[in-house]
């Protein structure tokens, strides 16, 4: 089937999945070109084999809460594609969790580990438990009953998790030690795991430290220095917060930060003291970014995202279609000259089709956010060799694999005036490595 067919096909097939089908168009359209000129990959019907997920593990995940009561979530694993390696990505608790969600992610992940240069496949698995206003007791029942059915589908060397939304340090630390018990093994299964068994140094911060590395090769493709431009974040979690404090490191001001409730708006740049009580607030209270504005009394927009504010750089870092047309002309009204993705496909079509058409630099997360899973790799690599890198070792190896797919980015997507296309770069490099793969392998 031609790739355009394949699309149609995917639409009739899964008309109830919006996301997967986003994520699949955006693909097909980009690489179509470069499809069309290996007509084997037609004969193999390549292009279909590698949007379908390989398979799809769902269950019911029942546990007990604090009142003695019984809660029934749903629980996934996609292992969507491990023609390179182990099928490997995170885990998402949130209540929006369903089957159109991760298999957009896992169809996502199996690009992004293929820029990475690492030997990792692409999954992605969750559910629709949502931690908010959990105690940590209840956190860790679930995290074990998830892990009582997920265990016998994962292994260091056939699925390896990790943290996404709603899944870091403490949940990972919970799902590894019931992983552990189940499959009575050590070998470092789950990714992002504590220091003190087995984790990597640099992987908290590896998403949003890599998104900025990123975002300086994209910068410096048009001699522009990072220091004291403005940087419009959203979310406030992991990824955001990281790539709040090495922008602050590098002279950069961050004028918003966020939750689902609002934006704060600090328009000198919130400083490091602020960046602190924002770490705490997160992962030690759990509270609101609210709580932010009421201690050092600055602007809050209940409700709203960050896009209306001015600023030369926005970094998405909380969800999916997070930005849509409207926050994109806001944003280049604004004058924006560069949007880097933490999150995993922030920009809806529309959003993205207007960046392209600005001829600002637009990185897509695929390429952007890569630097996780990129130390999710690193970890995977210590692992095995029952050692451990130290934190400069893990930070030269990060900066080298973004310098990296920004170079494979440049050399699939420079346009005929010398701009580079990211989208169609990142799609481009990551699709072929894993088509060649396929090919070599025959049809399974
Ligand atoms: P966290 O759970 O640590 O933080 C998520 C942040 O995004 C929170 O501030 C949360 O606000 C906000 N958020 C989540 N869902 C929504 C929503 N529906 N609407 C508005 N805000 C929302 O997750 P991470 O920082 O790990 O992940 C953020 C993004 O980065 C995701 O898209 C993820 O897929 C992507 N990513 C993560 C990687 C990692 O290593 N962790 C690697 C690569 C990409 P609230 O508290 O109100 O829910
Ligand atoms: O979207 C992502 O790349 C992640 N959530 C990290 C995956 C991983 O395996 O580290």
Not at 100 to 110: R, V
Not at 218 to 224: C, K, P, Q
Not at 303 to 325: F, H, Y
Request: aromatic share 10%; hydrophobic share 35%; glycine share 10%.
């Amino acid at each position: 089937m031609k790739a355009s067919e394949v699309l149609n096909d995917l639409k009739r097939r899964f008309p109830n999945e919006p996301e997967y089908l986003q994520a699949v168009e955006e693909v097909i359209t980009t690489i179509e070109e470069e499809y069309n000129k290996h007509p084997e990959f037609e004969r193999y019907n390549l292009i279909e084999r590698l949007c379908l997920p390989d398979r799809i593990f769902s269950f019911r995940i029942s546990w007990v809460d604090d009142k003695g009561k019984v809660q029934n979530n749903m629980g996934y694993r996609i292992q969507h594609n491990n023609a390179i390696g182990p099928y490997k990505g995170g885990i998402r608790f949130h209540s929006s969790v369903n089957q159109s969600i991760l298999k957009f992610l896992a169809f996502e992940q199996t690009f992004k580990n293929s820029l990475t240069t690492l030997p990792m496949g692409g999954g992605k698995g969750g559910s629709d438990f949502n931690p908010k206003g959990k105690s940590d007791m209840e956190v860790m029942r679930f995290c074990q009953a998830y892990v009582a059915e997920l265990w016998r589908h994962i292994g260091a060397e056939t699925d390896v998790p990790a943290g996404d939304i709603g899944v870091g340090g403490r949940e990972v630390g919970y799902m590894y030690g019931y992983y552990k018990k189940m499959a009575r093994e050590n070998t470092g299964t789950f990714t992002g795991k504590g220091l003190e068994f087995g984790g990597s140094l640099v992987r908290p911060e590896a998403t949003g430290y890599g998104n900025v590395y990123f975002l300086l090769n994209m910068l410096a493709t048009r001699g522009i220095d990072i220091k004291g431009k403005k940087v419009a974040i959203s979310g406030s979690g992991n990824v955001a917060t990281y790539t709040a404090k090495k922008l602050l490191s590098l002279g950069a001001k961050v004028v918003t930060m966020s939750d689902s409730n609002g934006t704060i708006y600090v328009p000198d740049g919130i400083t490091e003291e602020q960046l602190d009580y924002i770490f705490k607030l997160k992962n030690i209270y759990r509270g609101r970014i609210k709580e932010f504005a009421e201690e050092y009394d600055c602007e809050y927009f209940d409700g709203e995202r960050p896009w209306k504010v001015k600023c030369d750089i926005a970094m998405p870092s909380a969800t999916q279609n997070e930005l849509d047309g409207d926050d994109a002309k806001m944003l280049l009204e604004n004058g924006v000259i560069a949007v880097s993705e933490g999150a995993n496909m922030p920009s809806t079509p529309e959003a993205v089709r207007q960046f392209l058409e600005a001829k600002i630099l637009y990185a897509p997360g695929k390429a952007a956010n890569a630097g996780g899973v990129s130390v999710s790799g690193l970890e995977m690599a210590q692992n095995s060799q029952k050692f451990s890198w130290s934190a400069e070792e893990v930070d030269a190896k990060l900066q080298s694999i973004m310098k990296n797919i920004h170079e494979q980015c440049v050399k699939y997507g420079t346009e005929a005036d010398g701009t580079v296309n990211y989208v169609k770069g990142a799609n481009v490099a990551g699709f072929m490595k894993v088509a060649k793969a396929m090919m070599a392998q025959g049809i399974i």
